[in-house]
């Protein structure tokens, strides 16, 4: 692992009205690593991934990929630059084939505005498409509408989407949430295995899932960071214990 | 060109008579959308039936009186059918469905009114008693704008009390906020649709017999005045009673003003603040960001 | 919710892996060639094709990206005056006439389309119905250019000369066929484009933008052009119309032939290639029939279109295509 850095927030503040969902958020984030943004709900870890992702822009504040500050950019630049997200609620194109899902996500990198090709003829993007399934391992459900999926499937489908755009940063919004302890262990090899090849960043509110696998962890708290540091040292921590956990032993 | 203050004055007066029809309508398109989340494409036939139900019962009659309270009645009572029998099997089925249903009603609406009352236009005499015009300090205006004010403003007056400060508003304003919580609470939430849908209609059906006398009734009366409601509806903010009423004055002192200067631009004019809204602040004046995506 | 048997229909129409797919242009070419012979009149079939053509452009922005306009009575009229201008006032030719309609009509659709795609959903359908009626009222006023309210006369278009060959087209059998050839050419191009990769990108759209956003496209862009190129379709159905009738009427202009598209593309079947045309002629026969025996046929009309928005709302085609694939 090097430690050059991959992504920057630097005193990051969102507010919506006179709410403050997030105030003065900076956090750098290594090239090559697994980190998760823990919390409890309402600590502002799904606005701050909208700000990573583009959805949202920033109040005031700066967030630089790969030394270019890419705050006010339209979101959809974002998977040009090499960023993309799965998001908490499941998004997928519900009718589309699950094999096209990942298709058209493919073809975002290689061909958007050509009005006259049959789609068909990209014969790589099709391959490209399989073989993520194959990675997320739901293969097998290729032509189904992607409606007919399990939830679980679902959030894979959503993954290998993401990874179609070949992102060096791969966000991940509580990709386990309300699946079964089954999907769940599935989901976080798949997770682990990803993370060997790019930089992951996950956010998730169920602690103890996210201590095996990330290398770092930073706690957000009303919109503001309590804590960061390796899983041992927010094991540790007092305050983590105290506003995420009530006191109790973990 | 020069313009003497007191043309100016009456020309404004004109134009609040012509919002104030544009408001009413525009209470009702809101009123029904912020509950049902359905546009009601059916409101300018609505109107349209309102000023023949009008027609037909001045004839009857004899008393326009008897028509400014029947048309409402009976647009009313048509708006509960359609509701109940028409609108209601497409809820869930996505918002385009009711949308495209109650187009498909206005053209039937139409033609229904065709076969009773003949395919040509047809005059609606002002009422004796308000006929005339009176003194209104700069000079002489009819007194039967001056009524249509009035009549409207009360109508307004009405809808806002009864939402404002009535038991039954409290359901409606959390209905529009959040159907399931009043379904939890162990109110009928179909019951309370069907009201607003009916007093939706009945607001249309309302401007539509007081608009009559001004300009006559016709069966295409209502395409038109559906146009210019939605305008209405957009450049105020789809949902926001207030920006009803704002909107419906403005666009009715627009057409008027720019009638005085150039009659040829006064309705492209409308079109063109509608455009400026839509760029500068989609969601129009007084509506929320995001209500509609 | 669609059947799942039908999705995956649709699927293999996308990837264009089933033969009904990828020979729909010679098919319906084939087909709408003998169509002449199997309405009762030859105008009747020349109006299929023309509001057949009106309807596929109209579906292209509601069945496959998703937004219900109210407003393409804009594109069809302006199509229709821009031709008309250039024959009947200037005095030019057929072949720089056609282009003159679809261009001004993609040029409407752009200035239409920039102000209403800032809007969404129904909001999206008041909001082009309202610049239709702007667009109608423009017309309406500049009476030197158009005609006013009495619309647009003497757009006489009598006889083509082609190398070699002279079309009259007083004889409407000439004319259905010369009418056909643009067709069938404006079919080719909506085919390519929907197996294109910006077909699958606006069904994506349709299906959930924000996610295509997230995949990287901008969807605003997407969202104008299609808008362009449907205006423009619209435009050469309405091109093709005022060379029809040789005139232009004004009604050309107005909500209710906005919403001609809309009844006629539901009729047939939103989203499905040949269900629009499907539709059109099904409005016109029900609107020929019954005008047989009574004058108000609208009623009619709009009451068989109420009943296929409450119970079959997959349209004609769309009914047809589930039961083929059930």
């Known amino acids: 692992m090097s430690g050059d850095v991959i992504l920057s927030t630097i005193g990051v503040t969102k507010r919506f009205g006179r709410f403050f969902a997030l105030r003065d958020v900076t956090v750098a984030f290594n090239r090559g690593s697994l980190t998760s943004i823990i919390g409890p709900n309402g600590a502002g870890k799904s606005t701050y991934f909208n700000l990573l992702s583009g959805a949202l822009s920033p109040t005031t504040g700066k967030i630089f990929f790969e030394g270019r500050d890419i705050a006010a950019l339209p979101q959809h630049t974002f998977a040009h630059l090499g960023i993309a997200k799965s998001s908490q609620i499941t998004s997928v194109f519900p009718e589309l084939s699950t094999v096209e899902n990942v298709r058209i996500a493919a073809q975002a990198r290689r061909v958007r505005y050509n009005f006259w090709t049959p789609r068909a003829r990209y014969i790589e993007l099709i391959d490209k498409a399989q073989a993520l399934l194959e990675v997320v391992g739901i293969a097998h459900r290729g032509d189904l509408p992607a409606r007919a999926l399990a939830h679980g499937e679902q959030r894979a489908l959503e993954i290998a989407m993401a990874l179609a755009s070949e992102p060096r940063l791969l966000l991940l919004d509580e990709p386990t949430a309300g699946m079964s302890p089954v999907e769940t262990r599935t989901m976080m090899d798949l997770i682990a295995g990803l993370a060997a090849k790019r930089t992951v960043i996950l956010v998730e509110h169920k602690m103890k899932l996210v201590m095996g696998i990330s290398q770092r962890l930073v706690v957000l708290h009303h919109g503001e960071i309590v804590a960061e540091g390796t899983p041992d040292e927010i094991r540790g921590n007092d305050t983590v214990r105290r506003i995420y956990l009530g006191g109790r032993k973990f | 060109m020069t313009l003497a203050p007191d043309v100016l004055a009456l020309q404004l007066l004109t134009g609040l008579a012509l919002g104030a029809l544009y408001a009413l309508l525009a209470i009702g398109l809101s009123l029904i959308f912020g509950m049902l989340t359905v546009v009601n494409f059916a409101h300018g036939a609505f109107f349209m039936v309102g000023a023949y139900v009008g027609f037909f019962l001045y004839g009857l009659t004899g008393s326009f009186w008897a028509s400014l309270v029947g048309a409402p009645l009976a647009v009313g009572a048509v708006g509960l059918v359609v509701e109940r029998f028409l609108v209601r099997p497409l809820y869930g089925r996505g918002l385009d469905y009711p949308l495209l249903l109650t187009f498909g009603l206005a053209y039937v609406l139409v033609e229904i009114v065709r076969i009773l009352f003949g395919k040509q236009g047809l005059p609606f005499d002002t009422p004796e008693a308000l006929s005339g015009a009176v003194d209104v300090w700069v000079g002489y205006f009819p007194l039967y704008r001056l009524f249509v004010i009035g009549a409207a403003a009360a109508a307004t007056l009405a809808v806002w009390l009864f939402i404002d400060k009535t038991s039954y508003g409290l359901i409606i304003r959390a209905g529009a906020r959040d159907p399931v919580i009043v379904r939890i609470l162990g109110i009928d939430i179909a019951r309370v649709w069907l009201a607003i849908f009916g007093i939706g209609a009945a607001l249309a059906g309302f401007a539509g017999v007081l608009a009559a006398p001004l300009q006559g009734v016709a069966p295409e009366m209502g395409d038109t005045v559906l146009a210019e409601a939605f305008v209405v509806t957009v450049i105020g903010g789809m949902g926001s009673l207030l920006g009803a009423v704002v909107a419906g004055l403005l666009v009715g002192v627009t057409i008027s003003m720019t009638s005085l200067f150039a009659p040829e631009m006064a309705r492209v004019c409308v079109f063109a603040l509608m455009a400026l809204v839509l760029l500068v602040r989609p969601q129009g004046m007084f509506g929320r960001a995001g209500l509609l995506s | ?187 080719w191009i909506v085919s390519r484009i929907l197996a294109s990769p910006f077909g699958a990108v606006i069904e994506a759209i349709r299906e959930r933008e924000a996610r295509a956003r997230a995949c990287g496209y901008n969807v605003a862009a997407f969202k104008l052009i299609t808008f362009v190129v449907s205006g423009a379709l619209c435009g050469l159905a309405g091109a093709l119309n005022a060379i029809h009738l040789s005139t232009v009427p004004i009604e050309s202009l107005v909500y209710e032939t906005s919403g001609l598209a809309v009844i006629m593309s539901l009729l047939g079947g939103t989203g499905t290639f040949f269900g629009p045309f499907v539709g059109a002629a099904a409005f016109l026969l029900i609107q020929d029939l019954t005008a047989l025996w009574t004058e108000h046929w609208q009623l009619i009309a709009g009451a068989v279109y109420m009943i296929f928005v409450l119970f079959f709302p997959r349209g004609i085609w769309g009914s047809v295509l589930e039961w083929l694939y059930r």
């Open chain 3, 1 to 187: 919710m669609r059947p799942l048997s039908l999705a995956l229909t649709a699927q293999r129409a996308r990837d264009g892996t089933d033969a009904l797919t990828r020979r729909r242009v010679l098919i319906a070419a084939l087909f709408l060639g003998v169509f002449p012979w199997l309405m009762p009149y030859k105008a009747l079939a020349i109006n299929v094709l023309i509001y057949g053509l009106y309807a596929v452009g109209f579906n292209l922005l509601y069945g496959y990206l998703g937004m219900l306009s109210f407003g393409h009575a804009a594109f069809f009229g302006t199509g229709a005056y821009g031709c008309g201008i250039v024959v009947a006032r200037w005095g030019k030719p057929w072949f720089l006439a056609i282009p003159a309609g679809v261009f001004s009509a993609a040029v409407v659709a752009l200035a239409i389309g920039y102000l209403a795609i800032r809007t969404r959903g129904i909001y999206f359908a008041m909001v082009t119905l309202a610049l239709a009626q702007c667009v109608y009222y423009v017309f309406f006023q500049a009476e030197s250019l158009t005609g006013g309210e009495n619309g647009l006369r003497g757009v006489n278009v009598r006889s083509i000369s082609l190398p070699g060959v002279s079309l009259n087209l007083l004889r409407p059998t000439t004319k259905y066929y010369f009418i056909l050839f643009f067709v069938v050419v404006a079919l």
